[in-house]
């Protein structure tokens, strides 16, 4: 037994090393080993609510962080991340406390491209999701994980380390396509038929009248002046705060619906962006994307999202593209082969309602 | 072909006499020539002998002397070819008796078959690498297999050889021979080295020199392997043995196996790329450990005056929920699976018994609850004085290491520390931070000292209360001595933490934990200024290191923790004077990363739960064990069940969509509906495991593996053609002498017996085939013809007895265990005839002991053709007894059977109290054992079978002598029985 004083920047490689992720190529406050510091905090947590594990990490990095890149937020919306494409998934508790927590998604792949795979899931107890058995190593790319390896072996190396296939059909279920008054329509009808709601307490609503540019800034509490039916959070004791529907007059709640209605292993955040999506297709105001040339200059576009997206559009972005460093001001950013480009905007299109804007257009 | 083929003219490559002096190869081959197999064996047994005793010499040399093993020839490729051919030419000619002096070779040919032996049948496989072994003229299979058994013991006298230990051994007690010579089966190898590196993690210098104590550690990590593995790691010194030789470096000569033996089996378990993974990563774990002379300080923290008590590894851990209002507290189950390495029977108690928490009320938790990690919700707060866990039934030594391994912290006073969106976490330390927030929980009589930020909180437990505390910045010094006096500490000038990596947990402020072989690293912060900081680990000598300068905090790393609980003093050294200025302590845990029994994670979005937990295949399909499923209420999930034979071949499999949860009930219903049916209805039999698995994609999946285990003895039945049954024994015990009895339905004690060999026909009636072979048994009830049972509705078995006496009761007894515990087929008709049997065998038996007018009675009870059985509940009660005290006894259980209908709980306690009034004049003492004994007696006497056989004859002599307790016992048996089935053929009639 030994004792080694360290600085702060070895204690961080030591970390990055343990954490297995080259630490040469990656330090512990990137996106990568905060996703990695989240699944590992989630393999011990688990069932949780987000806060905890966030909190976690940041107790853990934060004193090591002398440039302050690590911000709560930021670790919250790698989260989201780490939730929308199943790393961890958001289920109703088990017990009988109720409420939502974030569960261990099962260890799982998915085939992104002919010997390209995306792992999925997350093994209880610090345990890695595969070890060298399989013959490849495994890429970081953002919070996504990706294996290359030999297409005629690689279902039988994964299943034999436990990993089981998810067909991307299944993986790119999404909803049917709707116009997006018709979606708005059927929020209302909810709220229409939902009992009184009384006093909610920590209510928060996403402010339709703010830009869909900064996510963040577009949550607040409701105000005296506030009348309508918005897409809320709503804290609970233990476990994610609820997503929820809720119709406010004067700025007080009168009627409630928690999401999800239409599918419980859905997390409620995935019905409640698509409404917010809808509502501001509605309202004048689609959310935004944005295309930009690609630096690598291999033809490929950048796609900039400002704001989060349902997890069956996240999926689908995950195949399509790869998670590259995001840009100044948008939420998240994706490398997309131009041979997709095309596809997958009519998908935001239809799906989100989204307006495509070029890089330079004006907005 | 061989370098010299001239002059040895033999036609192999890398030849022994290719290696020996010209003029004598040319004079053994000569005589090998006119003798043919002696002289080959001759000459091999001469090799062998020198080889195994020079390896001998050096094994008895080290430290603790290791056995030498007949895989370790050391032959080459062509030897090897020759030795075949030695061996198999003499068993051609009928093994003739000078063959016998040059027995070395049949050792290490039997050896070699058990290196290729996959777990099944050891003779067969004997038989098809040596054409003639069953066949050869005057052959006797018997005796040669008995010869080959004193070669071996020859070879353990003469060479060191090893020496078969445990059960298997026993069992099997020629077989154990060459299989335990052959090192390690193949067909073991990928679970080994599985075990090897799933245990990298605790492996020190001193395992790594100590086979003994490596095997020891070994084998008690295997309790999630298969049967048959756990049966070679029952023999520790082996498993110990062939560990430290496979975990030996590169380059390095093993002491414990020779080189050519250990590359082969390096070898054979790198051909398969997940254990060559495996041995890998246990390798480069072992060699790190070797490098650095890691040992674990195993004195542990060492006691010094004043020192605090540090936690178990086991220890629970102890938290608070905010819900209904108040504070409950919850108890998060541990991992118990570290005390299997000091008693052995820990792993069959926690899979089997029901754990009763000290502070839950309510019913003990269901069997093998323990070995689910969950938590769960107490109404009382546990006392200090009682063991906080307890196996019910369970053994003394057991519940003992759980009792001393396993508590919670000592009160008067328990400090819980708030943190966001999760539960309260217990402060062990005991220490409270300014601007913190913690619930402070004491006993009811507890006083806390007033103090302005305390208020009254609601717990929700009997016998405590609590406070929560909202910490201001500044304390006043009044309240810091008050806190002192209720054993809190405040601190503020230093706070170490765990950084960089997430640790495995972590309360805030005191105890935190990691997994070996994880960077531990701390920060430690002080809020004055600091020279120098002193780290002492367990008491040891304190290591000084300089306080960067400018920096309010110093990081460092702690390197080669052993598994346990460690306590880290830190001591801010105030510059110049040295003097300590103020110090902190961190509990450090290290936890061994597989020490924990089952995959299933409570935070996997679906679990799948068995009671006892990892059943056997039998347990499963004869309703011993049920399953449940936790999931996302709403959900549905795809329940599979796949029936797998010997080497694993998918014989039969059935998907179900079940709707989560899916309770125990539920399974009870699944089972009896789908385990008997079709496809898993016919293979059953045939099947050697069972795999359960639940799976939705996305949210989550379980699976288990039930093996049928790794019986001597075993029965199949098999539908002939003309749709009758007939049982085939799997005999793979040694012996020859297997008997076999058949009991029929008719006479269920009366054995007929019955060739054990080939097949047996089973009667139209069904009745029970039983083997018997030394200690080991097998019993399995025979499915009858339904036609037949239709057609003879009104047969009933005849039980035979002789006069009273506590011989005949037992034999009784004896009678309806074979009946009991007699393996069910997937057949409901069978369970029916069983049912039958047992039936009769309890009535003889109560018969016999409680006079000719109850057994009058008993016989009027039986139900004939579409005759219903008759009310007889009042005259069963007149017939308990005619004294005053014997009918108040009979009134007492009458007025009670309603409330025993579904809870043998309630009638145990209820009869206790009915029969308290005459137990003292009838010999009872102890009245809730007496209660239960006479029961069981009065219901199913077979299980009495393993009760303690002094107790066992006390009871029944004081029954022989008061047959009114039996009365009273059956009568509470059958009175509820009866108004039970009255009461369901009512609900029936209402539903109609």
């Known amino acids: 037994m030994s004792i080694t004083p360290l600085s702060g920047r070895e204690a961080a490689e030591r970390a990055v090393h343990a954490l297995g992720l080259g630490e040469t190529t990656t330090d512990l406050f990137s996106t990568e080993a905060i996703c990695a510091s989240l699944r590992r905090a989630a393999s011990f947590l688990c069932p949780a609510a987000p806060r905890q594990l966030v909190e976690a990490v940041l107790e853990a990095v ?69 070890d060298e058995s399989v013959g490849a190593k495994m890429h970081y790319e953002s919070h996504a994980r990706l294996l290359e390896i030999d297409m005629e072996v690689a279902a039988a190396r ?103 209605v239409d599918d419980p292993a859905a997390p409620g955040c995935d019905e409640a962006w698509r409404l917010q999506a809808a509502i501001d297709a509605v309202a004048g105001r689609p959310q935004l994307l944005r295309l930009r040339s690609d630096a690598e200059g291999d033809g490929s576009r950048v796609l900039d999202l400002f704001g989060p997206v349902p997890g069956w559009a996240q999926r689908y972005l995950e195949l399509a593209g790869a998670p590259v460093s995001r840009a100044r001001g948008a939420l998240i950013s994706y490398r997309v082969p131009m041979s997709a480009i095309v596809e997958l905007l009519a998908f935001f299109a239809d799906m989100l309602w989204m307006r495509i804007r070029q890089e330079g257009e004006a907005a | 072909m061989c370098d010299d083929a001239p002059k040895c003219r033999c036609p192999v490559p890398d030849c022994l006499l290719a290696r020996r002096d010209p003029r004598e190869v040319a004079s053994s081959v000569e005589r090998m020539t006119h003798s043919g197999s002696a002289d080959i064996l001759e000459y091999l047994h001469k090799h062998l002998d020198h080889h195994f005793r020079l390896l001998h010499e050096r094994r008895k040399l080290l430290q603790v002397a290791a056995p030498v093993f007949a895989l370790e020839h050391d032959l080459g490729s062509s030897d090897f070819e020759l030795l075949l051919a030695g061996v198999r030419g003499a068993i051609t000619q009928g093994l003739p008796a000078h063959c016998h002096v040059w027995w070395l070779p049949f050792v290490v040919h039997a050896a070699e078959i058990g290196y290729d032996y996959a777990g099944g049948e050891y003779w067969p496989l004997f038989a098809q690498k040596t054409p003639g072994w069953e066949s050869s003229p005057g052959w006797n299979v018997s005796s040669n297999r008995d010869r080959i058994k004193r070669w071996f013991k020859k070879f353990s006298v003469d060479y060191g050889g090893a020496e078969p230990k445990g059960s298997f051994a026993e069992n099997f007690n020629i077989i154990a021979w060459p299989i335990t010579h052959a090192v390690m089966p193949a067909y073991l190898q990928r679970q080994l080295a599985k075990l090897l590196f799933e245990s990298r993690a605790v492996l020190t210098t001193e395992l790594l020199t100590d086979p003994r104590a490596l095997g020891a550690c070994l084998a008690s990590r295997t309790a999630g392997y298969s049967e048959r593995f756990r049966i070679f790691c029952a023999n520790q010194s082996l498993l110990g ?151 019910e039934h369970g053994s003394s030594a057991v519940n003992r290491l759980i009792a001393e391994n396993c508590s919670i912290s000592q009160g008067p006073w328990w400090l819980f520390r708030k943190q966001a969106g999760g539960p309260a976490l217990e402060v062990k330390g005991k220490f409270l931070r300014p601007g913190q927030e913690y619930c402070l929980v004491g006993r009811a009589e507890s006083v ?59 309360d805030g402020e005191g105890a935190v934990e990691w997994l070996a072989g994880e960077p531990v690293m701390l920060a430690v912060r002080a809020t004055r200024a600091v020279d120098k900081l002193a780290v002492t680990i367990d008491h040891s000598a304190p290591i000084v290191i300089e306080w960067p300068a400018g920096k309010p905090e110093l990081i460092f790393a702690l390197e080669n923790l052993a598994v346990g609980t460690h306590q880290v003093d830190v001591s801010l050294l105030i510059p110049d004077t040295g003097a300590s200025l103020v110090s902190g302590l961190l509990v450090v845990t290290i936890r061994d990363p597989q020490m924990s029994l089952e995959e299933s994670s409570k935070g996997a979005g679906i679990r799948l739960f068995a009671t006892p937990a990892r059943p056997k295949l039998t347990e499963l399909w004869d309703g011993l064990s049920r399953l449940s499923i936790a999931g996302p209420q709403g959900l549905t999930a795809e329940l599979m069940i796949v029936l797998r034979g010997d080497v694993g071949e998918e014989l039969a499999q059935h998907r179900q969509v079940v709707s989560l949860p899916f309770s125990d009930g539920a399974w009870k219903k699944f089972a009896d509906q789908q385990l008997r049916k079709g496809k898993l209805l016919g293979s059953y039999d045939e099947a050697e495991s069972c795999e359960v698995s639940v799976s939705r994609e996305g949210v989550g999946f379980a699976s288990l593996i039930c093996e049928r285990g790794f019986d001597p003895l075993r029965w199949i039945l098999m539908k002939r053609r003309d749709g009758r049954h007939e049982a085939r024994l799997i005999d793979r015990t040694d012996r020859d002498g297997t008997q076999v009895h058949l009991f029929r339905v008719a006479a269920p004690l009366t054995g007929e017996e ?58 009784l007894i004896q009678g309806h265990r074979r009946w009991l515990e007699a393996n069910l087929p997937a057949d409901p008709f069978a369970c029916h005839q069983q049912e039958q049997a047992l039936s009769a065998i309890t009535s003889a038996l109560v018969s016999l002991i409680a006079g000719n007018r109850w057994a009058r009675l008993e016989r009027k009870r039986v139900p004939g053709g579409d005759r219903k059985a008759p009310d007889v509940l009042d005259e069963m009660q007149k017939l308990v007894g005619e004294a005053p005290a014997q009918r108040a006894v009979a009134q007492q259980i009458a007025g009670h059977l309603w409330q025993w209908l579904d809870s043998p709980a309630a009638m145990r306690e209820g009869f206790s109290n009915a029969i308290a009034p005459i137990a003292a004049a009838n010999g009872i003492d102890n009245l809730h054992t007496a209660a239960d004994f006479l029961l069981r007696l009065a219901s199913r006497p077979g299980t009495l079978a393993r009760w303690d056989k002094t107790e066992r004859d006390e009871l029944l002599n004081c029954v022989l002598r008061s047959p009114v307790l039996i009365r009273a016992a059956r009568f509470a048996v059958l009175g509820a029985e009866d108004l039970r089935d009255t009461s369901d053929e009512s609900n029936a009639g209402d539903h109609r």
């Not at chain 2, 000091?342 to 009763?356: C, G, N």
């Open chain 1, 62 to 130: 934060t004193t090591l962080d002398e440039s302050s890149m690590v911000s709560r937020d930021l670790v919250a919306e790698q989260l989201d991340l780490l939730v929308s494409i199943g790393d961890l998934v958001e289920l109703p508790h088990q017990g009988k406390r109720g409420g939502r927590q974030l569960y261990l998604g099962p260890p799982s792949y998915v085939e992104k491209a002919p010997g390209q795979y995306l792992l999925l899931g997350v093994r209880p107890n610090g345990a890695s999701l595969v």
């Open chain 1, 158 to 260: 994964l299943r034999a380390v436990g990993l089981h296939e998810i067909h991307r059909s299944h993986w790119l279920k999404h909803p049917r396509l709707e116009s997006a008054p018709a979606v708005v329509d059927v929020m209302h009808q909810r709220l229409d038929r939902a009992a009184e709601s009384g006093h909610i307490a920590g209510l928060k609503i996403i402010d339709p009248e703010t830009s869909v540019r900064y996510y963040r800034a577009r949550w607040r509490l409701p105000a005296e002046g506030d009348s309508g039916d918005f897409v809320a959070r709503r804290p609970q004791a233990y476990g994610a705060d609820l997503w929820c529907l809720v119709r406010v007059k004067n700025g007080v709640p009168s009627a409630l619906v928690d999401l999800p």
């Open chain 2, 241 to 391: 043995q062939v560990a430290a030789a496979l975990l030996s470096g590169d380059d390095e000569e093993s002491p414990y196996l020779v080189r050519s033996t250990l590359d082969r089996l390096v070898g054979d378990l790198s051909e398969e790329r997940q254990s060559r993974t495996w041995l890998t990563r246990a390798k480069h774990s072992a060699d790190l450990a070797r490098s650095s002379g890691f040992r674990p300080n195993n004195s542990g923290p060492k006691a010094t005056k004043g020192a605090k008590h540090l936690p178990a590894l086991t220890d629970p851990r102890f938290l608070l929920r905010s819900e209904d209002g108040g504070w409950r507290p919850y108890i998060e189950l541990p991992d118990l699976t570290p005390l299997q390495v000091r008693q052995k029977q820990v792993d069959q108690e926690l899979r089997s018994l029901r754990p009763r928490v000290e502070g839950y009320r309510g019913r003990p938790l269901p069997r093998g609850k323990l070995v689910y990690p969950d938590e769960v919700p107490l109404s009382a707060w546990p006392r200090p004085e009682v063991p906080l866990i307890q196996l």
């Open chain 2, 448 to 506: 806390l000292p007033a103090l302005p930020w305390a208020s009254e909180a609601t717990v929700l437990a009997d016998g405590v209360r609590a406070f929560d505390l909202k910490m201001p910045q500044i304390i006043d010094e009044r309240d810091i001595v008050q806190l002192a006096a209720a054993g809190l500490s405040i601190v503020s000038d230093v706070s170490i933490r765990p950084v960089g990596l997430v640790p495995g947990s972590w």
């Open chain 2, 754 to 811: 019955r060739v054990s060999r080939g097949p047996i026909a089973i009667p139209e009636s069904g009745g029970m085939l039983q083997a018997t072979s030394g200690n080991s048994t097998a019993a399995i009830v025979l499915p009858p013809d339904p036609n037949q049972l239709r057609q003879r509705p009104n047969d009933r078995p005849v039980v035979q007895c002789a006069n009273l006496s506590l011989s005949e009761v037992e034999r």
